[in-house]
């Protein structure tokens, strides 16, 4: 089977989980811990990282340490992994989804201002499937209202907007290091952000809130949310071809792209004027003047042996959403009908992708 995406780890990854091992410094403490922070920080551009657990926890220690809470309502799209939403449900806060724009398929500025409430706290664009989103048209609004901005870029490492990097441009950035993420440590997960006070707040809620001045006393409620030096021993080899991986993964974009340009009833991903997308999935949306329907070719693709995924739910038709399922987002709901991501791995070879070319083709003929 060609996957959809698996994790690419080399020898300096076992060379560093066997230096961490070796050191008997596996729990949560340890060297890799702060290099792995300080370096990914570092590599998007802002001051300071915490790690933690993953990225769903990233995400609920970042709403957290903005005082996030009942009674409160955070923005975000409706296309996008459930772990946006649940992250901001967690907090008791209620999400307020908004509908996708049709060519970045990511959340529609245009349409947050409407759906802004007097107990709006927060937006959260997500960086779907690794192409930024309109980030200054968001930072406006935002800042005219007031709101935090967190940017989920669990899908979009390395990805730019207008020549800046994601996760550098809201108060908070949370990123994923699950196994298919652009470098993974496993599990796991990361904050950014430049305000030292929430960065004091977000590391003191990773760790049950202990005072960091009294042992085992603690003010408030807080979280194991905490990474282990195994897992930043890893994250730390990957770091370190981040720049290689991001090349390969623009690489096979580009190739796929040449490939299925003239494909009647295909649409090719975005990569706006503005964007340095990192294809974390490459996608492509089966329109309806296509042979066939979506999930069709997805079970032609598997009898030749390709895995492919279809576009997530959007989350207002979830029934753990089901408050929501009387609104619609037409263009959210039409991406997801029609999306597919198709095998992106780091690990994919030439003739991998010219046959998956190939199983896309022989539904024309
Ligand atoms: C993967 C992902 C997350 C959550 O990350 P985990 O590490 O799996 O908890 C959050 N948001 C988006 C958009 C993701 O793709």
């Known amino acids: 089977m060609i996957p959809v995406a698996e994790p690419w780890i080399g020898e300096k990854e076992l060379q560093y989980v066997t230096d961490c091992v070796k050191s008997g410094w596996i729990s949560s403490l340890g060297d890799y811990v702060i290099a792995f922070e300080e370096r990914f920080a570092r590599y998007c551009g802002m001051e300071y990282g915490i790690s933690c657990a993953n990225g769903t926890v990233a995400l609920h220690l970042a709403l957290v340490a903005l005082g996030i809470g009942g009674g409160d309502e955070v923005i975000c799209p409706t296309l996008t992994f459930i772990a946006t939403a649940n992250a901001i449900s967690y907090t008791g806060a209620k999400p307020v989804f908004v509908d996708s724009e049709p060519y970045t398929w990511n959340i529609d500025p245009e349409r947050i201002e409407e759906k802004m409430t007097k107990n709006t706290k927060a937006i959260i664009p997500v960086h779907l499937y690794g192409h ?11 800042r005219a209202n007031g709101l935090y901005v967190i940017e989920d870029a669990a899908e979009a490492h390395g990805a730019k907007y207008k020549g800046k990097m994601v996760g550098s441009m809201g108060d908070i950035a949370c990123f994923s290091f699950y196994g298919n993420k652009i470098i993974t440590t496993g599990e796991g997960g990361m904050l950014l952000t430049n305000d030292e006070d929430i960065f004091e707040r977000a590391k003191l809620l990773r760790d049950h809130a202990m005072s960091t001045t009294k042992r085992y006393w603690h003010e ?5 949310y905490r990474f ?6 890893i994250g730390l080899a990957q770091l370190e071809r981040i ?3 991001i090349k390969i993964k623009r690489k096979n974009a580009k190739l796929y792209n040449s490939l299925l340009k003239d494909v009647e009833g295909l649409t090719l991903p975005p990569e706006m004027d503005w964007a340095e997308n990192v294809f974390w999935m490459y996608s492509v949306l089966i329109e309806d003047d296509f042979p066939v329907v979506r999930d069709e070719l997805a079970d032609s693709l598997r009898e030749r042996g390709i895995d492919t995924r279809p576009f997530f739910c959007p989350i207002h038709v979830q029934p753990a959403y089901s408050e929501y399922n009387s609104e619609r987002f037409p263009v959210a709901e039409e991406l ?17 992708i010219q046959n998956v070319v190939s199983g896309i083709l022989s539904c024309i003929s």
């Open 132 to 142: 930024p989103c309109d980030m200054d048209r968001i930072l406006e609004i935002a």
């Open 220 to 224: 408030f409620i807080g979280f194991n």
């Open 228 to 233: 282990t030096n195994v897992q930043a021993a």
């Open 243 to 245: 720049d290689e991986i």
């Open 336 to 352: 997801a009908r029609k999306g597919i991501n198709l095998p992106s791995g780091t690990t994919l070879m030439r003739e991998d």
